[in-house]
């Protein structure tokens, strides 16, 4: 089993921006000491949330610091950018890594996100799809042009071109229609991480059932802790948790405050219903999330509900582990107790 670590870059009000950038990069660093596979970056704007709006910098940074450890985008927003400016930030990233690039691209969700760069949110889909073919393109030998619903331009040349050719490609996919639409390009899946395992479970089997032949890879995002004690994983993600879900009500949904969901983000309703549960009461909430959605136990229960996401055919995970505000010191002592006590139990 592939193993991963993510970076939100999430903000809290106990400490500077610049400390949770020196925290998760130091995190990335150590991932890498210890052995992970992949490292993953998220794109947000405009909110505590997430205060990484431009990770292929980021990357690039971590690049420098790294020499092993695979860098992946999760997601690059491809209707914030345009794409012949995408094609050449991650030919560049490719190239200063050494080929270490893992590309994973997404339409966003957060709707305050599309209405802060003048975006229509219901076009998302289809400016998506339109980006991603001109960024392919872009990565192949020679000038190309191109006439489309949302950009059009004479025969350009983009340089350089990546070192992988072409770089691996993720489409991050919560919906069954968009689950289908990558199963029936071939293209490798990225999960979410506050949909239930059972709706993982599903996710696989319409990507599966959407290919022509065999399924390209599916990788999961998970909230993981990995406690000297149940109890301790327990108590320590609890109030992470909390703050992370009640950030994601203030900011996550893809409809206006009184306004229906737009088309093509119903399957978004789940997180909203989590969402407003986390106004709710604490004590069943944390119960659903512990139970259902992120991972935080011990290292055997840790290790058990990660190779349940390997038979549902999920070969990698990104394990988040400094979601919500948790102590660095905290997300270090989870990784390095993953190490040690985890990863010997996953499949091989």
């Keep these: 089993m592939d193993v991963g670590v993510f970076s939100l870059m999430q903000w809290p009000l106990d400490r500077s921006a610049a400390r949770v950038y020196g925290d998760e990069l130091a995190q990335v660093v150590e991932a890498e000491r210890l052995g992970f596979d992949r490292a993953w970056f998220a794109e947000h704007h405009f909110s505590r949330y997430g205060i990484d709006p431009a990770i292929h910098l980021t990357m690039a940074h971590a690049a420098a610091r790294t020499t092993r450890i695979r860098l992946g985008t999760a997601v690059t927003i491809l209707p914030f950018i345009h794409p012949l400016r995408a094609a050449e930030e991650l030919a560049v990233l490719d190239t200063l890594s050494g080929g270490r690039v893992d590309w994973g691209a997404g339409r966003g969700y957060q709707r305050h996100e599309f209405d802060g760069f003048g975006v229509e949110i219901t076009e998302s889909r289809s400016r998506f799809q339109e980006a991603l073919e001109i960024v392919f393109r872009a990565w192949q030998d020679g000038p190309f042009e191109h006439r489309g619903r949302h950009w059009t331009f004479d025969p350009v040349d983009v340089l350089p071109k990546p070192v992988q050719r072409p770089i691996p490609t993720y489409v991050a996919a919560i919906s069954p229609e968009s689950v289908a639409w990558a199963g029936g390009q071939g293209l490798p899946i990225l999960v979410d991480q506050f949909s239930p395992f059972e709706r993982l479970v599903e996710a696989r089997k319409e990507h599966a059932a959407a290919c022509s032949g065999s399924a390209p890879p599916a990788v999961a995002l998970r ?20 703050w992370y879900y009640r950030m994601l009500a203030k900011v996550g949904s893809p409809a206006r405050h009184g306004e229906e969901m737009p088309e093509s983000y119903e399957a978004y309703r789940i997180f909203s219903t989590l969402s407003g549960v986390a106004e709710g009461s604490d004590e069943g909430f944390l119960d659903l999330l512990l139970d259902q959605v992120a991972v935080a136990g011990d290292a055997g229960e840790v290790a058990e509900r990660l190779t349940a996401l390997h038979e549902a055919g999920y070969g990698s995970v990104m394990c988040w582990m400094n979601f919500g505000g948790i102590r660095h010191e905290d997300a270090l002592a989870s990784m390095r107790r993953f190490v040690d006590d985890v990863a010997p139990k996953l499949p091989r």
């Design 223 to 242: 909230q993981v802790f990995v406690g000297r004690s149940r109890d301790e994983a327990r108590g320590l993600v609890a109030p992470a948790l909390l």
